[in-house]
């Protein structure tokens, strides 16, 4: 045992040591892993996996959508939000897979109720959202396919990724036979709208009906068009 100095003891303040990659069990994942209260991980097949942060201009883009799908759900009220790293379990072919995304929807009609003390689901969302992250070309991949596979083969019925820019942003739907298609070919008024809503905001080819006001300038990137998009969450025509 090396014995430190008092200097060089961690204390409260110090900077959390990631265990991103250490073997544990599902058993010890969630007793010790899965709520930690500082780095979040996910859980793949034996091994913790660091969930990595989004830039701020990024964060803005899924606050922005889960304000509209939440403006929607409020109107039609057909099921319920859920974010703050609430888990759930994938039994795939190739492995179990504990999976946070950013945001998740419950529908009303999904055979596994959501409770209201439930720190984790017991079921399988009916859409998945994961906020980009493009500091290293790992948390692309893991987000642009290993989730995306996973979340098909475990019966997502809708993948949505996020990102500040327009050519990363991802709409999927479930098709019968198992696999995404984009979107708002497939998928639920709800998340089609969104989806259409999200790529005409962003979309260069496009601009958003302009706010009232005398005097209106066009955006000049992605998340200024989601500021000034001005848009109906009941209308569903494209």
Same mark, same amino acid.
């Given at each position: ?10 204390? =409260? ?38 969930q990595p942060v989004s830039d701020?201009?990024? !964060? ?22 859920? =974010? ?5 379990? #994938?039994?795939? =072919? ?76 991802? !709409? ?10 984009? #979107? ?10 969104c989806a259409r809503a999200c ?5 260069? =080819? ?30 569903t025509s494209p």
């Amino acid at each position: 045992m090396t014995n430190l100095p008092a200097s060089a003891k961690p204390t =409260a303040d110090a900077d959390p040591v990631s265990a991103d990659g250490r073997l544990v069990s599902e058993a010890a994942y969630w007793e010790d892993w899965y709520d930690t209260g500082g780095i979040s991980y996910e859980w793949n097949n034996g091994r913790l996996e660091e969930q990595p942060v989004s830039d701020f201009e990024t !964060f803005q883009v899924y606050l922005w959508f889960l304000e509209l799908l939440r403006h929607f759900l409020r109107q039609q009220p057909i099921g319920q939000v859920v =974010a703050l790293e609430m888990g759930f379990r #994938l039994s795939l =072919a190739s492995g179990t897979v504990i999976r946070k995304p950013d945001l998740a929807v419950v529908l009303n009609d999904n055979p596994v109720p959501l409770d209201l003390r439930d720190s984790s689901y017991h079921g399988v969302f009916d859409l998945c959202v994961e906020a980009l992250s493009t500091e290293k070309p790992a948390h692309v991949h893991r987000d642009l396919v290993v989730k995306k596979a996973e979340y098909a083969a475990g019966g997502v019925p809708e993948y949505h990724v996020l990102h500040r820019e327009h050519g990363n942003l991802a !709409f999927y739907g479930l098709t019968p036979g198992g696999v995404y298609a984009p #979107l708002p070919a497939a998928g639920t008024v709800m998340t089609a709208w969104c989806a259409r809503a999200c790529c005409r905001a962003f979309s260069s =080819a496009s601009r958003p009906h302009p706010p009232p006001g005398p005097r209106y300038h066009a955006p000049r990137s992605g998340l200024q068009r989601l500021r000034a998009a001005r848009v109906d969450p009941c209308r569903t025509s494209p």
